[in-house]
């Protein structure tokens, strides 16, 4: 064995015997928590507990820590920094940095989280700038075992070392090259200075994260999310991180990031699911979605709402308990106008509107009975008569209806007339695209039209009180102050140790709340704002969905990336200031990613000349690596575009083995492919997501999005660009979906080609 080799395998001991020790006592804490939580079941089993709502406190702060203990399993610690002394005459220092933060017992430090502003430097050091570091160490783990490791050697005089290199990338390069399992992983072992300063940027603002396809904006995004509930836990745990994507599949697609980092309290959506109570699809009309998009709508929609409360043409003749009495026009305006003037969302102004018309009514009403009795009446009674008279409902209803946002704008998109008197500039074609069958699903596209009209029409039933959450939060501590003395007593009894104080255990409670909201701030909670929001493929939200964004966080406390050029939007704009503009004025900052870690440079250099032959202009990432695979066009005018994509599919199945592929296609050509490929390889193989088990994954560009694959076959991308009214958005995000390889094939003439494409740049 030569010396390097052998210091080599001794340091690999080593860091064996030391990875093992945080594994030992991140079991010993699971076993520790498992115990706890039994403890506390049983106790409510017992019923000594005041009630259960305390024991389920106690029980899902456990659940809780337990929860993250038992997601940090895989690759637990991933670093180590050795440290100049902090003082002259100080020991050397070596910390170790992994997914969470350990201590011994005697609470000594055994691992720094990396979220840590400790674990800063394994991120950022760089032989130019080492600060303290002198040596930053990459463990690659395989589970719980240290596989390899790396040492990246910051302070010269170490160089020179037997077994030692410096400036190294191998830890990164496994990383980027490691086959696709059809979810992301998190990339917190390997995440790039460039990528680290946004992770920790601050919390306030808005921060914009522009790059080029496979830069790591969805990567960071996440990480961005971890590091802020790490860093704000206080704060955040209480208001939530709102996470959006494009599509369910996406949403799928990053779902286990978080919680491998410890994290399971943020809440996703995707932009159908942003309206509670609503599963919207996709709007595939790209007329309407473009329509609907426009800023303009919001007008329409209040517009809409305006003339749901309507003036009497003449006056009209009301029965009530058998008197005659005549409701006015002037009357309603009257009321109309008092109503409008207390400023309320339709719904609730509508309870002074029919107030002021009751007491008005019923004051005529007695006097009308005054006078043919001769008898004073009790006016008060009459009140109810008015209230409950069929006519009196049915006239007052007419005049101002209490109406659900999908009620409204179901209205507005199939009742032509209604569409037309709100929006009376949008062209025939416009309204056109606009209208649509009474039974046809809502799309993403109606959400922030639906969103717009619940914001305008406030709540149907009484309006809560304001003030409920600071009052809510109070009694919940004193909840849990009043519980604490006899759970703790409990739990001493039992020799379990209850390290919670009041404030936790509060916090615990909303916490579960928030998450609860998980589901159901989608269900029930459309007022719900969070702490922050981080939008993903954020190019391709309309102006519609941005303002309904910014309702959800008024503090405007977002995370937003995405890439201009990838946006599948006809109507795009080109660039973030003008996306911004309307809600975020000039108050966001720009950082830019600059490194392409998922496709090749000789994939990325067809896919940038594609797209700059389309006249989009794309940021040009470096990419880590040259690549094995020469990218492959295969056209055959003419051909069967089954044949041809079968075939190309076995080629990358031989080129990339054990690799997922997918097969990218527009919508019409999906189904033929489908099957064919089901046939050739089997139904369990083949699928539109790459669920468990699939090996082939046949999806259109949108569905894709965000996504990558070891190898895509890009079917008929003539068709790409057509579907797309001649948008090539679509057909750059296809291109760079492979890590690995990537086959256009087509049917079509060479001449019909996007251009760009015909001829592959070696
Ligand atoms: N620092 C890193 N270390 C290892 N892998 C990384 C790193 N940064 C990014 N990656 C990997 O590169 C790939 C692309 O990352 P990601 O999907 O976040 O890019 P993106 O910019 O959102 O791409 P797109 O805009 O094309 O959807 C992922 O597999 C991600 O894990």
Request: charged fraction near 30%; proline fraction near 5%; glycine fraction near 6%.
């Amino acid at each position: 064995m030569t010396d390097a080799v052998s210091v080599r395998q001794s340091e690999l001991e080593l860091e064996r015997a030391r990875v093992a020790e945080r594994y030992a006592r991140l079991d010993a804490l699971r076993e520790e928590k498992e115990r706890q939580l039994a403890a506390v079941r049983r106790t409510g089993l017992e019923g000594s507990l005041q009630n259960h709502s305390e024991r389920d406190a106690f029980a899902s702060l456990y659940e809780d820590r337990l929860a993250q203990l038992l997601a940090v399993d895989d690759r637990l610690v991933f670093g180590r920094l050795d440290l100049d002394p902090e003082r002259a005459g100080d020991p050397d220092e070596e910390r170790y940095i992994g997914r969470i933060g350990l201590t011994t017992e005697e609470h000594e430090r055994l691992l720094v989280d990396w979220r840590a502003a400790e674990a800063g430097a394994f991120y950022q050091a760089t032989a130019a700038h080492r600060g303290r570091v002198r040596r930053r160490r990459h463990l690659m783990l395989r589970g719980r075992e240290v596989r390899d490791l790396e040492d990246d050697v910051l302070d010269p005089d170490l160089l020179g070392q037997e077994g030692v290199r410096a400036d190294a990338q191998g830890a990164l390069l496994a990383a980027v090259t490691a086959r696709r399992t059809g979810r992301m992983g998190d990339i917190v072992a390997t995440i790039q200075a460039e990528q680290d300063e946004v992770i920790r940027a601050p919390l306030a603002g808005a921060v914009v994260v522009q790059g080029g396809p496979g830069t790591g904006k969805t990567a960071v995004a996440l990480h961005r999310a971890a590091y802020l509930l790490y860093t704000h836990r206080e704060r955040l745990a209480r208001s939530g991180v709102l996470i959006v994507g494009p599509s369910t599949a996406f949403m799928r697609y990053i779902e286990r990031v978080l919680p491998s980092l410890g994290e399971t309290g943020v809440i996703m959506a995707s932009l159908g699911t942003l309206m509670p109570g609503v599963q919207a699809g996709p709007e595939r009309d790209l007329d309407a979605a473009a329509v609907k998009g426009r800023l303009e709508m919001a007008q329409v929609i209040a517009h809409a709402v305006a003339q749901r409360q309507r003036l009497l043409a003449q006056p009209r003749r009301l029965m009530i308990e058998g008197t005659a009495v005549k409701l006015k026009p002037a009357a309603v305006r009257r009321a109309r106008d008092r109503a409008r003037a207390t400023g309320k969302p339709h719904n609730e102004a509508r309870v002074t509107f029919v107030k002021i018309l009751v007491r008005e009514l019923a004051e005529k009403l007695s006097k009308k009975l005054e006078k043919s009795s001769g008898a004073p009446v009790q006016r008060d009674l009459l009140l109810e008569d008015v209230r409950t008279s069929r006519d009196v409902r049915v006239a007052l209803n007419l005049c101002w209806m209490p109406l659900t946002p999908q009620k409204l704008v179901g209205d507005l998109l199939t009742r032509e007339h209604l569409l037309r008197a709100a929006a009376p500039w949008l062209s025939d074609g416009e309204v056109g695209a606009l209208l649509r069958p009474a039974d046809a699903p809502w799309t993403e596209a109606d959400v922030p039209l639906l969103d717009e009209a619940a914001e305008l029409l406030g709540r149907l039933e009484a309006p809560v009180k304001g003030g409920e959450s600071a009052a809510q939060h109070e009694r919940n501590l004193e909840n849990a102050r009043a519980s604490l003395e006899n759970m703790h007593q409990t739990l001493a009894d039992m020799g379990v140790d209850g390290v919670v104080d009041a404030e936790q255990l509060a916090a615990a409670n909303e916490a579960r709340a928030v998450r609860r909201t998980t589901a159901e701030t989608a269900a029930h909670d459309r007022t719900w704002t969070y702490g922050h929001v981080v939008v993903d493929e954020a190019q391709e939200l309309s102006p519609m969905q941005w303002r309904l964004l910014a309702r959800r966080c008024p503090m405007k406390s977002f995370t937003i990336v995405g890439d201009i050029a990838q946006s599948s939007r006809r109507d795009a704009a080109g660039s973030w200031a003008s996306v911004l503009e309307p809600e975020f004025g000039d108050r966001w900052r720009l950082e830019e990613l600059t490194v392409n870690y998922r496709s090749p440079a000789r994939v990325m250099r067809w896919a940038s000349q594609v797209a700059q032959a389309a006249g989009l202009e794309v940021s040009r990432p470096r990419a880590v690596r040259e690549g094995e695979h020469a990218p492959r066009l295969t056209v055959r005018p003419g051909a069967d575009l089954v044949a041809l994509t079968l075939d190309a599919v076995a080629g990358e199945r031989d080129r990339v083995p054990e690799g997922l592929v997918a097969v990218i296609t527009a919508a019409a050509h999906a189904p033929e492919l489908l099957a064919a490929l089901r046939e050739r390889w089997g139904r369990a193989r083949v699928d539109t997501a790459p669920l468990p088990g699939v090996e082939i994954v046949v999806a259109t560009p949108w569905e894709t999005k965000g996504l990558e694959f070891d190898a895509v076959v890009l079917a008929a991308p003539e068709r790409l660009v057509d579907d797309a009214r001649g948008v090539v958005g679509d057909l750059y995000v296809a291109m760079t979906r492979a890590t690995q390889s990537l086959s256009v094939v087509s049917t079509a003439a060479v001449a019909a080609l996007p251009a760009g494409l015909a001829d592959p740049p070696a």
